[in-house]
């Protein structure tokens, strides 16, 4: 229970270590780079996916409840996304007054974490101990670049720089709970640990090719991009191995 706890707290608050960077370097920070810290994540969710969550999941079940969880994980993540407003770093319409638009970052981005911090919670529930450690390190290397891109968001917004940290902070404090409901559902349910697992993977891998692949690709940055997505995939390979 400690090792969740702490695991999720770490994974959450890497949300805000991520948007440190904002109340210095706000104005310097160009699209190629955004594309290319995007792009990193998507290699480290999905070298997690591949080679932590999918094996686990079929380990402690079979490929038919692979496949039910993974699609169930796709199904709410594409329920999410036709629900949820989009943000769009570049093209958001100028003129929405404050309190609303903090309001639909908030809701977009918090309800985006929701399967983040179940799949820390469910891979902590394992038998495999390191799962959850890998899978909490995963998503706190994908949670920082997320909150420097809200953050900067916030402040093209005309937001104040504190405001902007403090809201990106905040937005992954929500991994913390469905962290902790995951572990707790999956612990008294064992029957429920590949459906979990298998549910992280889905929601990870859409996440992937749906928003963070073509993020980085759309402004021309595609080659570099791509270097990135391998040097992410190489580098949770190396983390994988070294655990």
């Known amino acids: ?4 706890f702490i695991g999720s707290i770490l994974s959450a608050l890497s949300t805000g270590l991520g948007a440190i960077p904002i109340l210095f370097l706000a104005k310097s920070i160009t699209h190629r780079w955004r594309d290319i ?6 290699g480290i969710m999905m070298a997690a996916s591949m080679m932590s969550l999918i094996p686990e999941a079929l380990q402690a079940g079979s490929f038919f409840t692979l496949t039910i969880g993974l699609f169930f994980g796709v199904l709410i993540l594409t329920i999410l996304e036709m629900t949820v407003p989009h943000i769009d770093l570049e093209h958001t ?6 309190d609303e638009k903090a309001m639909l970052i ?3 981005i918090t309800l985006h974490n929701i399967p983040e911090g179940l799949s820390v919670g469910v891979s902590y529930a394992s038998n495999v101990s390191e799962t959850g450690n890998l899978i909490a390190l995963a998503i706190g290397l994908q949670n920082a670049p997320e909150g420097f891109l809200v ?10 720089r504190w405001k902007a940290f403090i809201i990106a902070t905040l ?4 991994e913390i709970v469905t962290s902790l409901l995951g572990f707790y559902l999956t612990s008294f349910f064992r029957e429920l640990v590949p459906y979990g697992l298998a549910f992280a993977a889905g929601a990870m891998l859409f996440i992937i090719y749906k928003e963070l692949i073509p993020e980085s690709h759309g402004d021309g940055n595609e080659r570099t991009s791509t270097y990135s997505f391998i040097i992410g995939i190489l580098f ?3 983390l994988v191995e070294s655990f």
């Open 151 to 160: 953050a900067l968001f916030l402040i093209h917004q005309q937001i104040g």
């Open 1 to 4: 229970m400690k090792q969740v």
């Open 171 to 174: 937005t992954g404090a929500v």
């Open 236 to 238: 949770m390979i190396f």
């Open 37 to 42: 810290l995007l792009a990193f994540s998507a």
């Open 106 to 108: 908030i809701a977009a």
């Open 93 to 98: 319409k100028k003129g929405i007054q404050f």
